[in-house]
């Protein structure tokens, strides 16, 4: 089950083997989803063009689809990148940002989740219930109108129907792999102002997949950099402007000790 002392081993494993993930993200969030990977010791990349993205993902060790800024030619590109990351076995993460405010954003998750199984699948809570099936209340573009704790029975069953991981992130994270359930309770509400922290969560567990074969504990993991990261950052920040700059430091300075102290798992 996982634990602190599994949580800083898979850190210590991206540091030592700095893993290259492949982000085919929003416009929003590169510029800091780049920076955090760097700050926890990963390799990012920012490569969506759709001549290429099959070419660069068997260079990587992890692919991350983010669905923030979709457009046609970028839907071609993610269906290419996760085609070839699961022909090759290599993991790759969905975040499927504004499922159920569009047509379009709820057609493009649900394939990509169904037809490529990704290794994980991270989203709020109504993201992820509109992809279990489950009726929910239409999100206020992509932000979420539930809790993460309504979205537990739908991560499980979208868990199951997948064979992904499945993250739902809010005050309290949830993961499972459809059986199991971990329960993570860091974070910091000053975290909600700040656009793209979750895309950034995601991004994370990329990296952590990218070292660690137990995809369970790997996305627990990479929540939990982020979350503790925030929290600390937080505690320094009057703001959410000084909290990214101390949200990457706190992330760069992450170690054994701090997360033996401050991981919170509830269940």
Not at 118 to 139: F, H, Q, W, Y
Not at 238 to 244: C, R
């Amino acid at each position: 089950m996982f634990s602190a002392e599994h949580c800083s081993a898979i850190l210590e494993q991206i540091r030592a083997r700095k893993p290259l993930i492949h982000n085919i993200t929003n416009y929003v969030v590169m510029n800091n989803t780049a920076n955090a990977l760097l700050a926890v010791g990963a390799s990012p990349a920012m490569v969506h063009a759709v001549e290429e993205v099959e070419e660069f993902v068997a260079l990587s060790q992890a692919l991350v689809i983010n669905l923030g800024t979709l457009s046609k030619p970028w839907i071609k590109s993610m269906r290419i990148a996760a085609d070839a990351a699961s022909g090759r076995g290599i993991p790759w993460v969905l975040d499927p940002v504004g499922a159920g405010a569009t047509e379009l954003r709820t057609d493009t998750a649900t394939d990509l989740a169904l037809l490529f199984r990704p290794a994980c699948i991270r989203g709020n809570a109504s993201e992820i219930m509109v992809l279990a099936g489950t009726t929910a209340d239409k999100p206020r573009g992509v932000d979420s109108t539930r809790a993460s704790a309504d979205a537990i029975e739908a991560a499980r069953r979208l868990a199951k129907s997948t064979g992904s991981i499945v993250a739902v992130t809010g005050a309290i994270d949830y993961v499972t792999d459809g059986e199991q359930l971990i329960a993570l309770a860091n974070g910091h509400p000053l975290m909600a102002r700040v656009t793209g922290l979750g895309c950034t969560a995601t991004a994370l567990a990329g990296a952590a997949l990218a070292v660690e074969k137990d995809r369970l504990a790997a996305v627990a993991a990479g929540l939990s950099f982020l979350a503790i990261a925030g929290e600390i950052a937080a505690e320094k920040s009057p703001g959410p402007g000084s909290l990214q700059v101390h949200l990457l430091d706190a992330l760069h300075q992450l170690d054994a000790a701090t997360i033996q102290r401050r991981l919170k798992i509830v269940a």
